[in-house]
């Protein structure tokens, strides 16, 4: 991720701060995450001083619009697929280090980077479900369905950050760089066969797994919100006992004047 964590300035290049911001706790429990978390910092301890977290973050998004545009010319080319897998191991490299660099460094931006790295997060899912809506392997349909699922579920977890101040980027020990390599997998399970048999009839492969995907996220969302909306409820419940506020009480926390229609609230 890119320059989510807080980290001291050098003292020739001081940075502004807002002082009231404070940074919400990463939560990363995936299968790989120890071992991901050592070879990154190898990799940053190793990249040449002209690169920085921002040609990273380029990097991972340019190799999945490379992806998509690959998954559209498997339409045609099956190696198409195999170009898939080398974008993928790219977006890896530039998406996962950038942020592990601005650390090692002490180059860390923590709003600008959770703000742009998100944002190119949400391109690089356009770009990849729309190639595989292009490419035949997967229905159009599904492939819409899993943008929408990834979206939303997007929501919930920045939603969470904001209002309680945890940042989880794993479920149930899976995380973007596993979800890497299970697509990685599939691509070259299609190459030796691209449908399966359920239920007395021929699915694309990669339509079953959309839908299983779709099924799962949507069923993470749910789960996350209602936790997390008791979670936040105990912390903030229904003041009771207190004296409430009548009309002829001054310094109301809302105006008792009425508004004229279409005025905003």
Partial sequence: ??????????????????????????????VLANLEKRTLIWLAAR??????????????????????????????NPLGLVL???????????DSLDGTLARFRNHSRPRYGFY??????????????GGLALSGYMSPAVALGLLIAYLMLSVEIYLATYA?????????????????????????????????????????????????GISGMLLIMVISAVRNSIRLYREEPIPVGGTLPNSQ??????SATPRLRGEFL
């Fill in 47 to 76: 990249t040449p001083a002209w690169i920085n977290s921002d040609h990273l973050t380029l990097l991972g998004l340019f190799s999945m619009a490379a992806a998509g545009a690959a998954y559209w010319w498997s339409a045609t």
């Fill in 116 to 129: 742009v790295d998100h944002v190119v997060d949400s391109f690089s899912a356009l770009f990849l479900l």
């Fill in 249 to 254: 009480q001054t310094g109301l926390p809302f």
């Fill in 84 to 94: 898939v897998v080398f974008c993928l191991a790219l977006n890896w490299f530039g």
């Fill in 1 to 30: 991720m890119l320059n989510t964590h807080p980290a001291a300035q050098p003292s020739h290049n001081p940075v502004p701060r807002i002082s009231n911001f404070h940074e919400a706790k990463r939560i990363q429990q995936s």
């Fill in 164 to 212: 309680l101040g945890d940042f989880k980027i794993s479920y149930y020990k899976m995380g973007p760089t596993e979800l890497r390599i299970l697509l990685s997998l599939g691509n070259l399970a299609v190459l030796w066969k691209s449908t399966v048999h359920l239920f007395g009839r021929a699915h694309r492969l990669f339509d079953v797994a959309g839908t299983l």
